[in-house]
């Protein structure tokens, strides 16, 4: 065995349990607030306001999770906080893959434009627009309809779905089409067969990406929903604040607890799809 050899077998010696506690740190650095969470969520009232609390709880109390479900109708702003956040995934994913593979493959006078309008759209705040915003929706009678959120939650994501997906679209080569037309399949079968699964991972993002701002905005939502029928999970997480500033934490944890189960779930169905993505890409390409 050679010098360079034992150098390097030393040297991997060395680094691969320095990555593995690195890597460690950095999963418990991200775990540790949902952590926290949940042993908040099991204290009683008594250890939370107790002057020297202990971390874990002396017991295991579920009457946080009662009482938050029961005081803020969880369930149902779960379902309205999921059925904006779907449907504004799908209606972003439909318009912006066809969009961003015009932007990417065409060279126009429009690109330049939209791209301006991508880039202006990123740095705009929010609070310049609520309030035409609101008399535009309010003529129309979608102040306080979730379909006047979806339109909203859709325009809003859009400049930067787009932006992502345009990047995935530049990736793919343009050989790969010209060698499919070639074959003498249609614009339309090659964008099916060759472009679209090579564009899985881009499209899983991008819906990953729509989905968790969605779930989690709250400001639009803020000022759009009034009726608490129609409040989405943000608002109704604002409930245990009271008037005064006082934070009913025990039950506001459990309710964040039980508002983060969803987005968990979506992001565990969605990463399996964008490794199998990733690999349909690789063979494909």
């Known amino acids: 065995m050679t010098t360079a050899t034992l150098a390097g077998t030393r040297s991997r010696r060395i680094t691969r349990p320095l990555q593995y506690v690195a890597l460690l740190a950095y999963i418990i650095f991200l775990g540790f607030p949902l952590l926290f969470l949940l042993i908040t969520a099991f204290k009683t009232p008594q250890e939370l306001q107790s002057p020297t609390p ?3 709880p002396q017991q295991f109390n579920v009457d946080n999770f009662t009482a938050a479900i029961e005081k803020a109708n969880l369930f149902q702003a779960a379902g309205n906080s ?3 956040a779907v449907l504004t995934t799908v209606i972003v994913t439909v318009i912006s893959l066809p969009a961003a593979y015009a932007l990417a493959r065409f060279r126009t006078r429009l690109r330049g434009i939209a791209t301006g309008w991508i880039l202006l759209s990123q740095v705009f705040p929010f609070i310049l627009i609520i309030i035409p915003l609101f008399l535009v929706l309010k003529q129309i009678g979608l102040i306080n309809n979730l379909f006047g959120l979806v339109l909203v939650y859709t325009v809003w994501s859009l400049p930067f779905a787009l932006w992502m997906l345009q990047g995935y679209v530049v990736g793919v080569p343009a050989e790969l ?3 499919g037309a070639m074959d003498g399949a249609s614009r339309f079968r ?3 067969t060759i472009v ?3 564009l899985a991972p881009g499209l899983v993002a991008t819906s990953l990406f729509t989905f968790i ?3 989690n905005e709250f400001f639009f939502a803020l000022v759009l929903i009034q009726d608490p029928r129609l409040q989405t999970l943000p608002l109704t997480l604002a409930r245990f604040v009271g008037a005064e ?3 009913q934490l025990g039950q506001l944890a459990a309710a964040s607890l039980l508002a983060t189960i969803p987005s968990l779930v979506f992001f565990a169905l969605i990463q399996r799809r964008l490794t199998s993505g990733l690999m349909s890409g690789a063979v494909k390409g």
């Open 54 to 56: 202990a971390f874990l």
């Open 196 to 198: 679209l699964p090579l």
């Open 82 to 84: 999921l059925f904006v």
């Open 177 to 179: 089409e010209e060698a």
């Open 245 to 247: 500033g006082q934070v």
């Open 213 to 215: 701002s969605s779930w």
């Open 190 to 192: 090659v964008l099916r």
